[in-house]
């Protein structure tokens, strides 16, 4: 079984920062992709951004230039600086995995959410 918990999200005013933690846990053989993902109320869930094993990184446009994400691969945990925060940037943000319970076995895994809000 494993289990990503999300935890940093909290209530900022805009131009502000807060730093997102999300960590793996369980029967993990090795993790590949790691990713935030954001739903906004009333929108589609979308990707923020995006570290891979090799540590490639990729960003969402409206995010680029302000949003950092970083892992800690020892720790099965990954970050996600968020600067300049913005009242667009609220909604509830998902940390996603790729992990590998065996040498066989690659699934897809989602935390329960972590809600930031950022007022005007």
């Known amino acids: 079984q494993v289990q990503l918990v999300e935890s940093g999200g909290g209530s900022v005013q805009a131009g502000g920062s807060l730093r997102l933690s999300c960590t793996a846990s369980?029967?993990?053989?090795?993790?590949?992709?790691m990713a935030w993902y954001r739903q906004a109320a009333g929108k589609q869930r979308e990707l923020v951004a995006s570290?891979?094993?090799?540590?490639?990184?990729n960003y969402v446009d409206s995010v680029k230039g302000r949003f950092t994400i970083s892992r800690d691969n020892a720790k099965n945990t990954v970050y996600l600086q968020m600067n300049s925060l913005t009242p667009e940037d609220t909604a509830v943000y998902f940390c996603?995995?790729?992990?590998?319970?065996?040498?066989?076995?690659?699934?897809?895994?989602w935390g329960k959410g972590t809600l930031v809000t950022v007022s005007s």
């Open positions: 570290s891979t094993s090799g540590g490639s990184m």
């Open positions: 996603n995995a790729e992990i590998r319970t065996s040498v066989i076995r690659l699934m897809n895994y």
């Open positions: 369980g029967s993990i053989f090795s993790i590949n992709a």
